[in-house]
C-alpha cells in the first residue's frame, strides 16, 4: 500500500489535528469550490472541519492567524498571494503552531521555494502527511520573512508589475516590470555585516535571503539553507543590459559563480542607501525607505513541507506529493 495512504488511515484512526483556513478571498476565483475541497480533503484524511477566516484590506492576515492560534489551531493554511503569507507568519513565529501554504496569488514565494506552484492538491497533502521542518526567519521592523526582504531593482519590478497582467500571465508579468528597470542607475550603499566594519557598493539590489528560490521557481542563491542559522545576502552590481544578460543566464544555468554578485553570509545585516529605495518583504511591497535592517530569528517557524528530512531545498518531493494530492480529492469526492 502507498506509505502516505498509510498515514492517512493511521491519522483516521487518531483524529486528525485541529487547523484553520486564512484565506484572502480576492485572490480565490470561487470561494465556495475551494472551501468544498479543502473540507473533502481534510475530511478524508480524518481531520475535524477546518475554522475559517477571511483577510481585509485592514488586515491582511495577521489578526485572524492570532483568532484561529487562540482558537486552538494546530496547523494554519495561508490561502493567498505573498502578502496573505507573510501576515500568517509573522502571526506564528514563535508559536508551536505549523504554517501550510494553499497558494492562490501568481508570484507566491514561498509556494515556489516548496516546490508547489498554485498546486492546491500539493498543498493539502503535505499538510495532511505532517511532514514539518523548523526554520529560521528573518525580522524586519517586527515583520517576519520566509524567503527573502529586499531594496533596489527587486523590490522597483515588483512595484511596477500590474496586477492584471499577472492574472493574465502568471509569474512572467514581472519580466516585464524588470525590463523596465534595467538600465536605472545604481545606488550607494554601505553594507554592514554583523558586527563587521561597513563595506560600500554601488548596487542595483541587495537580497537578504533565507532560501534561495525567486519568482518563478528559479534558485538565486543555491547554497542558502532555511535552518542553518544564517542569512544570505546578495549585492547584484550589473551596470549594462550585457552585464544583466550576463548574469541572467549564470543563473539560469545554476553555474558556480554569478557574474556581478557578491554572497556575505550573516546574523544581522544593515543596509543604508544614499537616498530612499522601495522594499520588499517575501514578494510584499513595505515602505521605502534608506535602510534595511534584518537580524535572523532562529528556529521559529514550522512549516509544512514535502518532507522532513534536513534537505536544503524545501521542494524535495514537491511533484510526487501533487500527485498522492490529487488521489485524495478523489478519494474525499467518492465519500
Known sequence: MDPAQDKRRATRDGGGPRSAVVVNPVKVADLDELRRTVHDALRAAGWPEPLWFETTVEDPGRGQTEQAVEAGAEVVFACGGDGTVMACVSALVGTEVALAVLPQGT?????????????????????VERGRRLLDVGAVEGHYFTVMAGMGFDAQMLADTSETTKKRIGWPAYVVGAARHLRDRPMKVSIRIDDQQPIRRRARSVLVANVGRLQGGVRLLTDAE?????????VLTPRTLRHWLALGWAVVRRQ???????????????????????????????????????????????????????????????????????RLIEEAHRE
Open 107 to 127: 508570484g507566491n514565494l514561498l509556494a515556489a521555494n516548496l516546490g508547489l506552484s498554485g498546486d492546491l492538491a500539493a498543498g493539502l497533502e503535505v499538510a
Open 226 to 234: 532555511p535552518d542553518d542559522g544564517y542569512l544570505d545576502v546578495a
Open 256 to 326: 558556480e559563480r554569478v557574474p556581478r554578485m557578491e554572497v556575505f553570509r550573516a546574523r544581522r545585516v544593515e543596509i543604508t542607501s544614499n537616498r530612499a529605495q522601495p522594499r520588499e518583504l517575501d514578494g510584499d511591497l513595505i515602505e521605502p525607505g534608506r535602510t534595511l535592517k534584518v537580524e535572523i530569528r532562529r528556529r521559529a517557524l514550522w512549516l509544512c513541507v514535502p518532507r522532513p528530512e534536513e534537505d536544503p531545498d524545501l521542494a524535495e518531493d514537491a511533484e510526487a506529493a501533487g500527485e498522492r494530492g490529487e
